[in-house]
């Protein structure tokens, strides 16, 4: 019986001299925060004519930032809640999906396109509409300058 007990006692001793000698690490918090970043193909000053209310509508897109009309900034360097970016990206099929960081808040989906006008290519953006209740999705064209056009354009995917 006591055969037993030595050899329980050298293993807990074996074990315990194990754990001390392994060097746990714990994960260092990083100093370097990752900002979300707008893709190159967005960026830029985009506007919108609404036949409807005959305004024309902004976006302002930057390295960092998100900004439609009178609405407030997003920013990819504001963190929230210490855990989440305000603004989020993330790429769905063709189209970035712009959305509040750390919510399922959606602002739009966006991807860029070529159009000719005048037989000029201007860079522009099109952005996939989709509101609850609408039966079918549709497109809205938004445009580096206030651009009317008084005829249909001709869209490069």
Known sequence: MRKNHYYYLLFLAAL????????????????????TVVPKSLRGTYYHY??????????????YTYKAGNNSTLSGKKIIVKLYPQLAVAKEGSYYLIYHGGSDYFVGWYKRITITKNG???????????????KHD?????????????????VHV
């Open 50 to 63: 609404f036949k409807k209310d005959q305004k024309w509508s902004r976006i302002k897109m930057t390295k």
């Open 16 to 35: 315990g001299f194990g754990l001390f000698s392994v060097n746990i690490k714990a994960p260092s918090a990083s100093a370097h925060v990752k900002y």
């Open 138 to 154: 549709y497109t809205r064209i938004w445009y580096p300058s206030k651009i009317k056009f008084t005829q249909i354009p001709v």
């Open 120 to 134: 000029k290519k201007i860079r522009a953006l099109k952005e996939l509409v989709s509101y609850p209740g609408i």
